[in-house]
């Protein structure tokens, strides 16, 4: 089946780097995918991973698979006030062509 | 900027009564998604339309809840004798699909509140 797990929150120090934790169930998984939700918006691409990569780097943002714990990371590097929102992780078959199974999300704190 | 559109971005309505939404998804985009998401939770995925065929239904809630997509184009949600249970925010999301990756962009959805 299909899941996926994130803690709900995470507190950091403007500056400092952000690391969001996400694991999925589906070993058949091809693309996974970072969201970001600010108050009363929609969801924003912010980056994504095929399966047979270990790890993208774009700007600020470094994402990292595990595949054989099926463990995926984002980092945000030098976190400011605006990166304050809901990250949500999801993972996809056949790219995402039947729908994605999203994370509850986690909420990024920024503490000045 | 022609991203995804979502009209009307809130709607109030009486338990009971039927509501539709649209979306315009981004132009050259050929596969439109549903997705529902209710307070503190992830999107969960409704249903989806490549060009004007609706290639997955099963996911949606319940025989109340519709969508069409008749020309390929633009889509509609309609959900009839709402229920305070159906309060959430309604997102629509569009790719192009080929034969490799085809990440969803979406709308900035529409919340219903069921009084």
């Known amino acids: 089946g299909e899941d996926v797990e994130q803690s709900l929150f995470l507190s950091v120090r403007e500056g400092d780097s952000s690391v969001i934790n996400c694991t999925y169930t589906d070993s058949s998984s091809t693309y996974l995918y970072w969201y970001k939700q600010e108050p009363g918006a929609g969801l924003q691409l912010l980056t994504y991973?095929?399966?047979?990569?270990d790890m993208k780097q774009d700007q600020r943002l470094t994402v990292l698979l595990n595949k054989k714990d099926k463990h995926l990371s984002l980092r945000i590097a030098d976190t400011q006030t605006g990166d304050s929102a809901i990250y949500f992780c999801?993972?996809?078959?056949?790219?995402?062509?039947?729908?994605?199974?999203f994370g509850k999300g986690t909420h990024l704190i920024i503490q000045p | 900027d022609t991203g995804v559109s979502q009209n009307p971005r809130h709607k109030i309505t009486k338990r009971g009564q039927n509501v539709t939404f649209r979306c315009d998804p981004i132009s050259e985009h050929n596969r439109l998604y549903w997705y529902r998401q209710t307070l503190g939770q992830g999107p969960e995925f409704l249903t989806y339309?490549?060009?004007?065929?609706?290639?997955?239904k099963s996911r949606l809630l319940s025989d109340r809840f519709s969508a069409e997509r008749p020309k390929g184009s633009f889509s509609t949600l309609e959900i009839q004798r709402t229920e305070q249970g159906d309060s959430a925010m309604y997102l629509c999301?569009?790719?192009?699909?080929?034969?490799?990756?085809?990440?969803?962009?979406f709308g900035n959805g529409t919340r219903l509140t069921v009084t």
């Open positions: 999301a569009s790719s192009l699909y080929r034969q490799s990756n085809s990440p969803l962009h």
């Open positions: 991973i095929f399966s047979n990569m």
């Open positions: 339309f490549q060009n004007e065929a609706q290639l997955e």
């Open positions: 999801a993972e996809s078959i056949r790219g995402g062509a039947d729908g994605l199974t």
